[in-house]
């Protein structure tokens, strides 16, 4: 079986965003070698997120209306503890929680296996500075 281990960064301007990482995580596996197997693409860092969804400017623009009704940003302690710390970024913990930690996803004959419309992405909930995800790809 072969294993493969390859880290992607990111620096998002933005405190909250969404990048498709589909053709990133396409290259891993023409890296990787791997025909049959599976890909991990875990998020590592306590504030940003990896999901798998439509590529959809409208969703895209619903989720972030969605994740800051149910956990706005508020640097104050006063509606989240975690602030209390002297951090400000309790809601970026909540939105990551949401949306996810990881997606592993099938490669069949050399190629993630999607249903239709599905691509990877990378969601910032607390940007402006450097994050990594990392791609995990086992198979033969």
Known sequence: MKSFRKELWFNLPARMEFVNIT?????????SGVQEGMALVNAMHITASVFINDD??????????????LAPFDASPERYHHNRTGEDNADAHHKRQIMGREVVVAITEGKLDFGPWE???????DGRRRKRVLVK???D
Do not use: A, M, N, T
Not at 23 to 31: F, G, I, N
């Open 23 to 31: 053709s990133d995580v396409d290259e891993c596996v023409r890296e």
């Open 119 to 125: 691509q990877i992405f990378y969601g910032e909930f």
């Open 56 to 69: 959809e400017p409208g969703l895209k623009r619903d989720y972030k209306k969605w994740l800051e009704e």
């Open 137 to 139: 790809i086992i198979g």
